[in-house]
Nanobody, 116 residues
Framework: QVQLVESGGALVQSGGSLRLSCAAS????????MRWYRQAPGKEREFVAA????????TYADSVKGRFTISRDNAKNTVNLQMNSLKPEDTAVYYC?????????WGQGTQVTVSS
């Protein structure tokens, strides 16, 4: 079955950096676009970034453009999110996502907390 396991979340000071990773299994990873979402306390889950199958096409939310970089390693079945210049408003649980066989799959999430 499809499994997505995020890691890398932590407490970091404003202006700092973190690198999140998502390990995927249960499907042919290289055939599917991958996405990162986040959910802050009391808010709806929101799109952060997406990457195409070969990694050449990326899309970002305006709020993270220029600060976050999504990448993937199809040999290792992983998708990463490099987050630089972090702000307190980036505090959220970050989720990895794949839309596979007409269903959205999610990982358990990883907590990112940015202190001011």
């Amino acid at each position: 079955q499809v499994q997505l396991v995020e890691s890398g979340g932590a407490l970091v000071q404003s202006g700092g950096s973190l690198r999140l990773s998502c390990a995927a299994s249960g499907f042919t990873f290289s055939d599917y676009a991958m996405r990162w979402y986040r959910q802050a306390p009391g808010k709806e889950r929101e799109f952060v970034a997406a990457i195409g199958t070969a990694g050449g096409t990326t899309t970002y939310a305006d709020s993270v453009k220029g600060r976050f970089t999504i990448s993937r390693d199809n040999a290792k079945n992983t998708v990463n999110l490099q987050m630089n210049s972090l702000k307190p408003e980036d505090t959220a649980v970050y989720y990895c996502n794949v839309f596979y066989l007409y269903y959205d799959y999610w990982g358990q999430g990883t907590q990112v907390t940015v202190s001011s």
